[in-house]
């Protein structure tokens, strides 16, 4: 019996990677997507001399023919997606009058438009199979306002309500939905966003408050899996 497919988008970032290994440790084959300029190749072999054997999925997220490919591509080598986390995302620390209409549409394509239409790919063959998992990355900035992150939590609370709709709609069916919205994770991303002095001392209060404890990835992944 072949085993099941796991798609991480953003699978080789620091949440992604915990993901992935926690689907691999699952049983899963994992394939993490990624974009053309990531060193996907380093990352594989970094993964397998952990034990871990992964596939990689590279399209650019910017150009959605590039993705749907990408995703026919996997989908063709290693057969239909049983679990799709849709994880992927670009943070963004300004205010939106010092963002161009370049920055924005890019944040609200990545972070919200490509989760909806990735769901659309996989949906039909879930529900023809009776059985798949959709899991959507959001955040805690989706439903707290954290200064200079309007246009990304304005994304990530998009994707919290799809994930409620998409829940309602599948209702009754073997497709589940789940919603993920961390607060601080060690990772990169986390680094990036507290880089900008507004974040920076609202982070100082919640961490003063106690209000969201940081998280490792493999914590976060635990979770999610």
Same mark, same amino acid.
């Given at each position: 019996?072949?085993?099941k497919?796991a798609?991480?988008?953003?699978?080789?970032?620091?949440?992604?990677?915990?993901?992935?290994?926690?689907?691999?440790?699952?049983g899963?084959?994992?394939?993490?997507?990624?974009?053309p300029?990531?060193d996907?190749?380093?990352?594989?072999?970094?993964?397998?001399?952990?034990?871990?054997?992964?596939?990689?999925?590279?399209?650019?997220?910017?150009?959605? +023919?590039?993705?749907?490919?990408a995703?026919?591509k996997?989908?063709? $080598?290693? #057969? %239909? !997606? =049983?679990v799709?986390?849709?994880?992927a995302?670009?943070?963004?620390t300004h205010?939106?009058?010092?963002?161009?209409e370049?920055?924005i549409?890019?944040?609200?394509?990545?972070?919200?438009?490509?989760?909806?239409?990735?769901?659309?790919?996989v949906?039909?063959?879930?529900?023809?199979r009776?059985?798949?998992?959709i899991?959507?990355?959001?955040?805690?900035t989706?439903?707290?306002?954290?200064?200079?992150?309007s246009?990304y939590?304005s994304?990530?609370?998009g994707?919290?309500?799809f994930?409620?709709?998409?829940?309602? +709609?599948?209702?009754?069916?073997?497709?589940?939905?789940?919603?993920v $919205?961390p #607060? %601080? !994770? =060690?990772?990169d991303?986390?680094?990036?966003?507290?880089?900008?002095?507004?974040v920076?001392l609202?982070?100082?209060?919640?961490?003063?408050?106690?209000?969201?404890?940081?998280?490792?990835?493999?914590?976060?992944?635990?979770?999610?899996?």
């Amino acid at each position: 019996m072949s085993k099941k497919v796991a798609y991480v988008t953003g699978g080789m970032g620091g949440i992604g990677t915990a993901i992935c290994q926690r689907l691999h440790g699952d049983g899963y084959t994992v394939i993490a997507g990624c974009g053309p300029t990531r060193d996907f190749k380093k990352w594989l072999d970094e993964q397998k001399a952990l034990g871990f054997t992964f596939h990689a999925s590279v399209g650019n997220v910017a150009d959605w +023919d590039s993705t749907v490919e990408a995703f026919t591509k996997a989908k063709n $080598e290693h #057969g %239909p !997606i =049983d679990v799709l986390v849709n994880n992927a995302a670009v943070e963004t620390t300004h205010l939106i009058d010092e963002m161009d209409e370049a920055e924005i549409t890019r944040t609200i394509s990545l972070n919200l438009i490509t989760p909806e239409r990735l769901t659309r790919q996989v949906l039909p063959g879930m529900l023809a199979r009776g059985r798949g998992h959709i899991v959507n990355v959001s955040s805690m900035t989706g439903i707290a306002n954290i200064p200079s992150t309007s246009v990304y939590s304005s994304t990530k609370a998009g994707l919290t309500h799809f994930s409620g709709g998409l829940r309602a +709609d599948l209702k009754g069916t073997k497709v589940g939905v789940t919603l993920v $919205e961390p #607060g %601080p !994770i =060690d990772t990169d991303m986390w680094d990036n966003i507290t880089a900008s002095r507004p974040v920076q001392l609202a982070a100082r209060r919640v961490d003063k408050l106690q209000l969201m404890p940081h998280m490792a990835p493999a914590t976060l992944a635990d979770a999610v899996v």
